[in-house]
């Protein structure tokens, strides 16, 4: 499944603040509401991240994050975030077994991202005028 990353909108540099966000039908069908918690293998981190989704708000159709500081610090650490406003990166979660996930980015053509990021602030320039 494709997850897009998801920061509350305070940028924090601890990491803090900072997740992914699933998708309903993807929610639906790879998590568990038995589950407390899922944990994520990150692309290039040792060990796992263990990831609390024993929470309402991971269960409503508006918010479904799976938030954590340690998911923060690797978007942080390879790059990734703080993002431009708008474009936040997408990594592919692949399901291993019971509530484990490999998290990976995906790789992307640069000249796409970029030519979409200077539309984005082209059109917000020309909005502004």
Known sequence: MIVTAWNNGKNNPSGSGYGFKVDI???DIY????????YLELEGA???VAVN???KSFWTPKCRELISKDVGNWL???KK???????????KMEYISNNRFKVKFIKTDLYRTMGTFVQSVLGSIKNKQ
Do not use: C, L, Y
């Open 25 to 27: 039908k993807d929610r």
């Open 53 to 55: 989704i024993n929470k």
């Open 31 to 38: 998590f568990n509401k038995d589950w407390k918690n899922v």
């Open 46 to 48: 040792e060990g796992e």
């Open 76 to 78: 942080i650490k390879n």
């Open 81 to 91: 975030a703080p993002w431009p406003r708008g474009h936040p990166p997408k990594v």
